[in-house]
């Protein structure tokens, strides 16, 4: 399983970035895509989950209502669209599938 996340960079308190993953070497449509993120010295935090078809979609508490995930089969994208970013939001955010991280992608949120 390959996972290619991009679309991080340094915004400002309260702007939006949506990041994409790409997933090679599964079957895309069939897996549940996740998101999770790691501050610098802190463990690896789920942030969103979308299983296979979208049936069901999961938030952490801390993002619901800023956060939405979606997915794209077609592409073997999965995306996340961050409104109203927080300082605490900084972190390195990686994709998840089939029980691997991908290379992540940084975001950084200036108060």
């Known amino acids: 399983v390959q996972l290619q996340a991009s679309g991080g960079g340094l915004v400002q308190t309260g702007s939006s970035l949506r990041l994409s993953c790409v997933a090679s070497g599964i079957t895309f449509s069939r897996y549940t895509m996740g998101w999770f993120r790691q501050e610098s010295g802190k463990e690896r935090e789920f942030v969103a989950a979308i299983r296979r078809n979208g049936g069901y979609i999961f938030y952490a508490d801390s993002v619901k209502g800023r956060f939405t995930i979606g997915r794209a089969d077609a592409k073997n994208t999965v995306f996340l669209q961050m409104n109203d970013l927080k300082p605490e939001d900084t972190a390195v955010y990686y994709c998840?599938?089939?029980?691997?991280y991908g290379q992540g992608t940084l975001v950084t949120v200036s108060s």
């Open positions: 998840n599938s089939a029980g691997q």
